[in-house]
T-cell receptor, first 115, second 115 residues
């Protein structure tokens, strides 16, 4: 049972435009969310995170929005650049469960930014 | 280098053999994690160390899998009597501490192929 869902396996965007990557979760106990970027043959690289007490977090070209009532978050990249082409993973964690540090991951969305 | 280092980068072995995968975390990082990623999937949590002790080993699939971190730095993931289903990329990550705001930084993984 996939607790973190990324329903779009791929996305193609023109350079300079906005990329919007979506993520849904089913476990209401998740209270911290992260986005990672992964290039082929490399490990995931942390991008940005958001706590459930916020609805928006921004870092340069990257903004994450959280809608708790809909159990939905999205990552906005603007403007998109060809170097952003990678697989993007959404991950969630339940921080209020003792010593839990277990990240639960989606299946990823492959973003292609075309020049 | 300053990142998480995993060796070997690739390992091919026959079914039934024993394998060891090594992880060198970022210097000073007290928390260390092992994940497994199969093709087309997100990383799947295996085990988390805080210092020398395994704080959460709930993701280890069965007793053929074991991990150690004897001095609180380098960790070894050990797989006995390997099976073809063990084929995957094994990812190691480390973080500065156990606080959830401290992101996990990943190595490039070991690609394990069981023939």
């Amino acid at each position: 049972d996939q607790q973190v869902k990324q329903n779009s396996p791929s996305l193609s965007v023109q350079e300079g435009r906005i990329s919007i990557l979506n993520c849904d979760y089913t476990n209401s106990m998740f209270d911290y969310f992260l986005w990672y970027k992964k290039y082929p043959a490399e490990g995931p690289t942390f991008l940005i995170s958001i706590s459930s007490i916020k609805d928006k977090n921004e870092d340069g070209r990257f903004t994450v929005f959280l809608n708790k009532s809909a159990k939905h978050l999205s990552l906005h990249i603007v403007p998109s650049q060809p170097g952003d082409s990678a697989v993007y993973f959404c991950a969630a964690i339940r921080t209020n469960a003792g010593n839990n540090r277990k990240l639960i991951w989606g299946l990823g969305t492959s973003l292609a930014v075309n020049p | 280098g300053a990142g998480v280092s995993q060796t070997p980068s690739n390992k091919v072995t026959e079914k039934g053999k024993y394998v060891e995968l090594r992880c060198d975390p970022i210097s000073g990082h007290t928390a260390l994690y092992w994940y497994r990623q199969s093709l087309g999937q997100g990383p799947e949590f295996l085990i988390y160390f805080q210092g020398t002790g395994a704080a959460d080993d709930s993701g280890l699939p069965n007793d053929r899998f074991f991990a150690v971190r004897p001095e609180g730095s380098v960790s070894t993931l050990k797989i006995q009597r390997t099976e073809r289903g063990d084929s995957a990329v094994y990812l190691c990550a480390s973080s500065l501490g156990k606080r959830w705001e401290q992101p996990q930084h990943f190595g490039d993984g070991t690609r394990l192929s069981i023939l």
